[in-house]
C-alpha cells in the first residue's frame, strides 16, 4: 500500500511538472535585471512566509489530540482561529494602509511564532491563544504581502505587466511548490526523525524568523493612499450597495463562502476522517500528495481558461458535484459513520433506486 502512495505522488508529480515547464516555456516575457531582482527577493520572503503557514496545517489536530483533547474541544480550538481571522480579516486592510504594509508584514512574522511557541504547551488556555494570534496571522498574510508589493513595484517605476508575473510566480511556489515540499518536511520531522508533532511547529517558527529578518533589512515602508482611506462602516455599506445592485456579485459571494465553508470544515475532519480509530498516518505525506493534486487542478484550470471564449461554468459544476462526492467518501466508507448505520441505510434505500448501489 505504502508503495501505491508513492506511484500515486510520482506520477501526479510527473504530470505537474510537464504541465509547468510548457506553461514556463511558452510565457516567457522579457524583464529587467533590477526587476527580477526585486521578484526573486518577494518570491523568497513569499515562500518562507508560506512555508511556516503551510508546514503547520497536517498537524494542527493531530497536536492536540495527542495532549488529550477530544473532537468538541479541539473543534472549539478551531472556530476561535477561524473567527479570530474573520474578524480581524475585515479591518486588516486598512490598518496595514495607515500603519505600514512593511511592518504589518513583520508583525504577521511575530504573530504567527508567538502562536507556533504556544503549541508548546498542553493547556488549554494557552492553546486557545494560540489559535487566535494565528487567526490574525492568516489575515495579514493574506493581504499585507501583497498590497506592499504592489505599492512597491508601482514605487519603483516597473512595468504594469511584469506584476502578473511575480503574482503568478507566487502562487505557484506558494501555493504549490512550497505546500508539497512543506508536507513532506514535516512528515520527515514527525514520522523519519521522531522529533514528535510539535516539530513542524519549531520549524515554521525558523522560516518565519528568517523570512523577518529579509524584510527588516531588505524591504522599504510604503502606506495606502490618506485620500482613499475608509473607516469600516463606509466599506461594509459601499460593500451591501454592490451586492444589492448587482445580483451577480451576490451569487459570486454565496459561491465562494460555501466553498470556504466546506473547505474550513474539510481543515478541521480529513485528520479524523484518515484515521477513525487513531491509526498512525503519515499526515505530512497525505497533504503533500493533496496539494500536488490542488496544484495540478490549477494547472488544468489555467488551460481552461486560456481558451476563447473561457466557459468557466461548464467545468465549474463538474468541479463541484466531484468535489460534493469525494467529500462524501468517508461517510461512506468509514465502519461505523452514519451512512452505514442500518436506519439510514433502509432511508436512503427508500428514497431513490439508485441508492441500490451505494446500499451494496
Known amino acids: 500500500m505504502e508503495m501505491f502512495f508513492y506511484l500515486v505522488f ?15 516555456n511558452k510565457d516567457r516575457i522579457n524583464t529587467s535585471s533590477a526587476f527580477n531582482s526585486f521578484k526573486n527577493n518577494y518570491l523568497l520572503v513569499y515562500s518562507l512566509m508560506m512555508a511556516g503557514d503551510w508546514l503547520q496545517g497536517p498537524y494542527v489536530y493531530y497536536l492536540y489530540s495527542t495532549y488529550g483533547f477530544g473532537k468538541g474541544e479541539i473543534g472549539q480550538l ?3 482561529g477561524f473567527g479570530s481571522s474573520m474578524l480581524f480579516g475585515t479591518i486588516v486592510g486598512s490598518l496595514a494602509d495607515k500603519q ?26 494557552i492553546l486557545m491563544i494560540g489559535r487566535i494570534l494565528g487567526g490574525i496571522a492568516t489575515s495579514l498574510l493574506f493581504s499585507a504581502f501583497e498590497s506592499w508589493l504592489v505599492a512597491e513595484h508601482n514605487k519603483r517605476g516597473f512595468e504594469q505587466q511584469w506584476l502578473s508575473i511575480t503574482f503568478s510566480k507566487a502562487i505557484f511556489l506558494g501555493n504549490g511548490l ?38 527588516l533589512s531588505s524591504w522599504t515602508e510604503n502606506y495606502g493612499d490618506p485620500s482613499e482611506s475608509k473607516d469600516l462602516l463606509t466599506q461594509f455599506r459601499g460593500a451591501a450597495v454592490a451586492i ?32 477513525p480509530n487513531d491509526e498512525e498516518i503519515p499526515h505530512g505525506f ?61 432511508l436512503i434505500f427508500r428514497l431513490s433506486p439508485a441508492s441500490w448501489l451505494l446500499y451494496l
Open 100 to 125: 505600514g504594509r512593511k511592518r504589518a508584514c513583520v508583525t504577521y512574522c511575530l504573530t504567527y511564532i508567538l502562536s507556533c511557541i504556544t503549541k508548546h504547551s498542553p493547556q488549554y488556555k
Open 244 to 275: 444589492a445592485s448587482d445580483e451577480k456579485i451576490a451569487l459570486l459571494g454565496a459561491i465562494q463562502s460555501l466553498f470556504e465553508g466546506s473547505m474550513y470544515t474539510f481543515v478541521f475532519l480529513w485528520t479524523p476522517a484518515l484515521s
Open 10 to 24: 510520482g506520477a501526479l508529480g510527473a504530470v505537474v511538472a510537464a504541465l509547468e515547464l510548457s506553461k514556463t
Open 178 to 215: 512550497v505546500a508539497i515540499l512543506s508536507g513532506l518536511f514535516g512528515n520527515l520531522l514527525v514520522d523519519s526523525f521522531s522529533l514528535g508533532p510539535v516539530a513542524p511547529f519549531d520549524a515554521a517558527a525558523c522560516f518565519l524568523a528568517i523570512g523577518m529578518v529579509i524584510i
Open 78 to 80: 478551531f472556530i476561535a
Open 286 to 346: 497525505i497533504f503533500a500528495t493533496f496539494m500536488l493534486a490542488s496544484m495540478l487542478g490549477s494547472s488544468l484550470a489555467s488551460r481552461l481558461m486560456a481558451r476563447s471564449p473561457p466557459r468557466v461554468e461548464s467545468y465549474m459544476q463538474i468541479v463541484f458535484v466531484v468535489s460534493s462526492v469525494s467529500l462524501l467518501l468517508p461517510i461512506v466508507t468509514i465502519p461505523g459513520s452514519t451512512f452505514q448505520c442500518e436506519k439510514w441505510r433502509h
